[in-house]
C-alpha cells in the first residue's frame, strides 16, 4: 500500500486561502488586519490611531448547550468537540482556536467541557454530530493534570471552575472517546491535543511504572491529529463534508491511525521496533525513542510503523509549520477572551493568561524534559507585527482591561522570527537542538524584529505597562545588547523569572541546556542594564530536582551555588517523566538514547525528597533530609555554624517539631487493644475521621467518583 503524503508549499495553507473566502462583516478581525497591513504613504498615522474594531464586543461564545445552538439558528452541529478543560474563549486554549476555525470555515461547532464520563449522556446533548467529534484530553496530559511528581493526588485543576479536582477522569482521552463512541455508533472520532500526541505510540508511562501501547488501540479513535491542529481539523472537516471516509484521511500529515490485523502499513513506512520489544529490553526502548525523535523535523520525517503483536500503528511525518498569514487569521478570530458565561467560579488557568498575548509557537531548544519540541515543532512560527498590535489595541478597547499586557510571548520570550538562514540546509537537518550543544552557526538571532515590536506595543494608547512572562532563552538573549536593555527598561515588573534549571555540567548536558555560565553572565548583563535604568530588579530562577544524572552530589553543588547567590526558591520543580520526552526514556531505561551511555537516576522517593529539600536548605523544615544528604555524599563540612555551611550543626525547633509531628502520624492508628471509642482510641479515631473530611471536601465534585485508574492500581 502507498499513499502519497503532501509536498510543502509556504503558501498553500487552507487557513491561508481561507482569509480570502472570509465574508465582510462576518464579525471576525481579518479583513482589518488586511486593511492595515496594505502599504501606508509616508506621513500617515500610525495604524492605531483609527478607533480599533468592536468584534470582540460583538463575538458570542460557541454553544455548550443546544438551547445556546438554536438560538443560531442551528437544528445541528457538525463537529461536537469534547474536551477535559472549562471552556474558555481565549486563543491561548486549544479548543478555543480550533472551534474558531471551524466556524469561520462555515461549520456549525458545539463545546462539551468536562462531561461526566460516568455515562454517555453529555455526549448526546447536541444530538447526532453531522461529521465526527473531536476529543481532548485538555491542555495538559490528564495524568499530569491529576497527579504530582510523588503520584499524589493534586490539591486543585487550574484549567477548572474554582480549581476544583475530579472534575476530569485519569487518561481523559480514553474515557471521551469510549463515550462518544457509545453515544453514537458509527459517528467518526478523532482524537487530538497534547496527551493524544505524546502518546500516540508505545510509550514509558511513569503512573503505572510500565511502558504502555498505543493510545490508539486503547482509545479506539478513528484518526489521532498530533502536534498543532488548526488546519489539520480544517482539513478533515471539509473532506469528510465533501464525502470521503475517514480512511481516505490517512494520507494527511500529522495524523497516526490503527490498522486492523488483516491492513498492510504503507510501502514507504520505517519500522520502528514492535511494542513488544520495547516493553521486553530497555535498551530497545531506548533505541526506539532516538529513532522517533530523529523523525520529528517535517521536512525530512519518515512514516513511521510500530507493530502492537499483530496490529500496526502508522504515525505518518508531521504537518509543516503553518505559515505567518495563516497564523494571523487564528489570531485575528473574534474571541470573547473569557470564560463562558455558565462559569460562576473563577478559572485559575484564565485569571492568568487573560491578559497575555501569543506572539509565537515553537521552539528549537530541544529540552529533553520538555514536550513543547515535540508537541508544537522545532520550526518558529511567527505572527505579524500588525496581527499582535491589533490583539493589543482591542484589549486596550476593552473597559474591563486595566493596562497592563501580562505577557507578550509564547513558549520562549525571544525566538520571535528566528529561522534557519539556510533553507536547504533545514530540509535535511536532523539535529535536536539548534542552540545545543552550541548555537548553531545557521540559525538567525536577530532580535531586531522583536525589539521593534515591543516598543510599538507599549505605545497603543491604553497601554501602561507590556511585561515579558514567557520563559526567556539567556544564551540568545546575551547576544543582543539592544534586547537587554529593552527587556530591563521596559518589560519586567521588579522580579524576572528564568530557567536554568540546574549549574551542573553533566545535568545541563542530558538536559539539552546551555552552561551555568550563561546563567550567570545573562544575570550580569539584567542587573547592570537594570542600575542604568535606576531600578531595582531581581532574578528569579527555577531548578529541577531529580532529573535524570541529577545524583546527590550534583544537587549539593546547586545548594552551594544558591547560598553562594543568595537565591532563595519559593517553589521547587521535582522533574516528572511525561511521556515521549527523551529525559523519560533515560528515567525508564537508565540510558540516554542517543549517546547509549548510562545514566544516575534518582528513583526511589526517598532520593528525590533529598533533592527536593537540598533545594530549599535554608528551611528549618528541611533540616534532617539536608544532614541525611549531606552525610551520605561524605559532605559534613557544610554542617555547622561557619558562613559556608548549609545547615547549623544542631537542628532548629522547627526542625524538631516537624519530626515529631511526622512520628506522631506514621505510629498514629488503632491498636489491637486500645478500644476505639476511648482515649488514645478516641483522639485517634476523631484525628482520622477530620481527615478523611478533608480529603472528601478537597475531592467533591458533581461527579461520583469512577472507578478509573489510579496510580499503583
Known amino acids: 500500500m502507498s499513499l502519497a503524503l503532501p509536498v510543502f508549499n509556504p503558501n498553500a495553507g487552507r487557513l491561508g486561502r481561507l482569509l480570502e473566502?472570509?465574508?465582510?462583516?462576518?464579525?471576525?478581525?481579518?479583513?482589518?488586519?488586511?486593511?492595515?497591513?496594505?502599504?501606508?504613504?509616508?506621513?500617515?498615522?500610525?495604524?492605531?490611531?483609527?478607533?480599533?474594531?468592536?468584534?470582540?464586543?460583538r463575538a458570542e461564545p460557541l454553544p455548550m448547550t443546544m438551547d445556546e445552538a438554536r438560538?443560531?439558528?442551528?437544528?445541528?452541529?457538525?463537529?461536537?468537540?469534547?474536551?477535559?478543560?472549562?471552556?474558555?474563549?481565549?486563543?491561548?486554549?486549544?479548543?478555543?482556536?480550533?472551534?474558531?476555525?471551524?466556524?469561520?470555515?462555515?461549520?456549525?461547532?458545539?463545546?462539551i467541557s468536562q462531561p461526566d464520563w460516568q455515562k454517555a449522556d453529555d455526549w448526546r446533548r447536541f444530538g447526532r454530530p453531522r461529521l465526527f467529534f473531536g476529543i481532548s484530553g485538555g491542555n495538559m496530559d490528564s495524568m499530569i493534570n491529576n497527579y504530582t511528581a510523588n503520584k499524589k493526588v493534586r490539591n486543585a485543576d487550574a484549567y477548572s471552575p474554582g480549581g476544583r479536582i475530579g472534575l476530569r477522569p485519569d487518561r481523559a482521552t480514553l474515557s471521551y472517546c469510549q463515550r462518544a463512541?457509545?453515544?453514537?455508533?458509527?459517528?467518526?472520532?478523532?482524537?487530538?491535543?497534547?496527551?493524544?500526541?505524546?502518546?500516540?505510540?508505545?510509550?514509558?508511562?511513569?503512573?503505572?511504572?510500565?511502558?504502555?501501547?498505543?493510545?490508539?488501540?486503547?482509545?479506539?479513535?478513528?484518526?489521532?491529529?498530533?502536534?498543532?491542529?488548526?488546519?489539520?481539523?480544517?482539513?478533515?472537516?471539509?473532506?469528510?463534508?465533501?464525502?470521503?471516509?475517514?480512511?481516505?484521511?490517512?494520507?494527511m500529515r500529522g495524523v497516526a491511525y490503527a490498522l486492523?490485523?488483516?491492513?498492510?502499513?504503507?510501502?514507504?513506512?520505517?519500522?520502528?521496533?514492535?511494542?513488544?520489544?520495547?516493553?521486553?529490553?530497555?535498551?530497545?526502548?531506548?533505541?526506539?525513542?532516538?529513532?522517533?525523535?530523529?523523525?520529528?523535523?517535517?521536512?525530512?520525517?519518515?512514516?513511521?510503523?510500530?507493530?502492537?503483536?499483530?496490529?500496526?500503528?502508522?504515525?505518518?511525518?508531521?504537518?509543516?509549520?503553518?505559515?505567518?498569514?495563516?497564523?494571523?487569521?487564528?489570531?485575528?478570530?473574534?474571541?470573547?477572551?473569557?470564560?463562558?458565561?455558565?462559569?460562576?467560579?473563577?478559572?485559575?488557568?484564565?485569571?492568568?493568561?487573560?491578559?497575555?498575548?501569543?506572539?509565537?509557537?515553537?521552539?528549537?531548544?530541544?529540552?529533553?524534559?520538555?514536550?513543547?519540541t515535540a508537541y508544537q515543532g522545532r520550526v518558529i512560527q511567527s505572527r505579524s507585527k500588525d496581527s499582535v498590535l491589533l490583539e493589543i489595541e482591542q484589549m486596550a478597547a476593552d473597559p474591563k482591561f486595566k493596562g497592563t499586557v501580562s505577557d507578550i510571548g509564547g513558549p520562549t520570550a525571544n525566538m520571535y522570527q528566528m529561522k534557519c538562514t539556510r533553507p536547504e540546509v533545514e530540509a535535511i537537518c536532523r539535529r535536536q537542538s539548534c542552540v545545543h550543544p552550541?548555537?548553531?552557526?545557521?540559525?538567525?538571532?536577530?532580535?531586531?524584529?522583536?525589539?521593534?515590536?515591543?516598543?510599538?506595543?507599549?505605545?497603543?494608547?491604553?497601554?501602561?505597562?507590556?511585561?515579558?512572562?514567557?520563559?526567556?532563552?539567556?544564551?540568545?538573549?546575551?547576544?543582543?545588547?539592544?534586547?537587554?536593555?529593552?527587556?530591563?527598561?521596559?518589560?519586567?515588573?521588579?522580579?524576572?523569572?528564568?530557567?536554568?534549571?540546574?549549574?551542573?555540567?553533566?545535568?545541563?548536558?542530558?538536559?539539552?541546556?546551555?552552561?551555568?555560565d550563561d546563567f550567570e553572565e545573562f544575570t550580569n548583563a539584567f542587573n547592570r542594564e537594570s542600575k542604568k535604568a535606576g531600578k531595582k530588579q531581581y532574578i528569579v530562577p527555577y531548578f529541577i530536582a531529580s532529573h535524570p544524572?541529577?545524583?546527590?552530589?550534583?544537587?549539593?553543588?546547586?545548594?552551594?551555588?544558591?547560598?553562594?547567590?543568595?537565591?532563595?526558591?519559593?517553589?521547587?520543580?521535582?522533574?516528572?517523566?511525561?511521556?515521549?520526552?527523551?529525559?523519560?526514556?533515560?528515567?525508564?531505561?537508565?540510558?540516554?538514547?542517543?549517546?547509549?551511555?548510562?545514566?544516575?537516576?534518582?528513583?526511589?522517593?526517598?532520593?528525590?525528597?533529598?533533592?527536593?529539600?537540598?533545594?530549599?536548605?535554608?528551611?528549618?523544615?528541611?533540616?534532617?533530609?539536608?544532614?541525611?544528604a549531606l552525610r551520605q555524599a561524605k559532605r559534613t563540612d557544610l554542617i555547622g555554624d561557619g558562613c559556608d555551611a548549609l545547615i547549623p550543626g544542631r537542628p532548629p525547633k522547627e526542625a524538631l517539631q516537624k519530626r515529631r509531628e511526622g512520628a506522631n502520624q506514621r505510629f498514629a492508628g488503632n491498636y489491637v487493644h486500645t478500644p476505639p471509642g476511648t482515649g488514645a482510641g478516641k483522639q485517634i479515631a476523631d484525628k482520622h475521621i477530620a481527615n478523611k473530611r478533608i480529603t472528601d471536601k478537597r475531592k467533591q465534585s458533581r461527579h461520583k467518583p469512577g472507578r478509573g485508574y489510579r496510580p499503583g492500581s
Open 21 to 57: 473566502s472570509l465574508p465582510g462583516g462576518s464579525g471576525t478581525n481579518v479583513n482589518a488586519l488586511v486593511a492595515r497591513s496594505e502599504p501606508q504613504s509616508s506621513g500617515t498615522s500610525k495604524p492605531w490611531s483609527a478607533a480599533p474594531p468592536t468584534a470582540t464586543q
Open 71 to 111: 438560538r443560531r439558528g442551528w437544528d445541528e452541529l457538525d463537529i461536537v468537540f469534547v474536551t477535559g478543560d472549562a471552556y474558555i474563549d481565549h486563543p491561548s486554549f486549544a479548543m478555543a482556536i480550533l472551534g474558531r476555525v471551524l466556524e469561520a470555515g462555515g461549520f456549525r461547532v458545539g463545546i
Open 181 to 251: 463512541r457509545e453515544a453514537f455508533p458509527g459517528v467518526p472520532v478523532i482524537a487530538g491535543g497534547v496527551e493524544a500526541s505524546l502518546r500516540r505510540l508505545a510509550h514509558y508511562d511513569y503512573w503505572s511504572d510500565k511502558v504502555r501501547r498505543s493510545i490508539l488501540l486503547d482509545c479506539k479513535a478513528d484518526l489521532l491529529v498530533f502536534g498543532m491542529g488548526e488546519e489539520a481539523i480544517l482539513e478533515i472537516a471539509q473532506r469528510l463534508q465533501a464525502g470521503q471516509t475517514v480512511k481516505q484521511l490517512r494520507d
Open 260 to 372: 486492523v490485523a488483516s491492513e498492510k502499513p504503507p510501502d514507504d513506512a520505517f519500522v520502528l521496533p514492535s511494542y513488544e520489544d520495547v516493553c521486553r529490553d530497555k535498551p530497545t526502548f531506548a533505541e526506539a525513542t532516538r529513532i522517533i525523535h530523529n523523525e520529528t523535523n517535517p521536512y525530512n520525517a519518515k512514516r513511521l510503523v510500530q507493530w502492537h503483536d499483530r496490529q500496526a500503528i502508522v504515525a505518518n511525518p508531521p504537518a509543516f509549520p503553518i505559515s505567518q498569514r495563516s497564523m494571523d487569521v487564528i489570531y485575528t478570530l473574534p474571541y470573547t477572551r473569557r470564560p463562558h458565561p455558565a462559569y460562576k467560579e473563577p478559572i485559575p488557568a484564565f485569571d492568568m493568561i487573560k491578559d497575555s498575548v501569543t506572539i509565537m509557537r515553537g521552539c528549537f531548544g530541544g529540552c529533553t524534559f520538555c514536550s513543547i
Open 438 to 516: 552550541t548555537i548553531c552557526k545557521l540559525l538567525g538571532t536577530d532580535h531586531g524584529p522583536l525589539v521593534e515590536l515591543m516598543r510599538e506595543a507599549r505605545e497603543v494608547p491604553g497601554i501602561k505597562k507590556v511585561l515579558v512572562a514567557s520563559g526567556i532563552r539567556m544564551d540568545l538573549a546575551r547576544r543582543s545588547p539592544e534586547y537587554m536593555q529593552e527587556l530591563a527598561r521596559h518589560h519586567v515588573g521588579g522580579h524576572l523569572k528564568v530557567a536554568p534549571e540546574h549549574i551542573d555540567p553533566d545535568v545541563l548536558m542530558k538536559m539539552r541546556k546551555p552552561a551555568n
Open 549 to 628: 544524572a541529577s545524583d546527590l552530589d550534583a544537587m549539593i553543588h546547586l545548594a552551594v551555588f544558591l547560598k553562594q547567590n543568595g537565591y532563595r526558591p519559593d517553589q521547587v520543580q521535582d522533574f516528572i517523566p511525561a511521556p515521549f520526552d527523551v529525559a523519560t526514556a533515560m528515567y525508564y531505561t537508565g540510558i540516554d538514547p542517543f549517546t547509549k551511555k548510562p545514566v544516575y537516576i534518582a528513583r526511589q522517593l526517598r532520593d528525590r525528597k533529598l533533592q527536593r529539600a537540598l533545594m530549599q536548605f535554608f528551611k528549618p523544615e528541611n533540616y534532617f533530609e539536608v544532614r541525611e
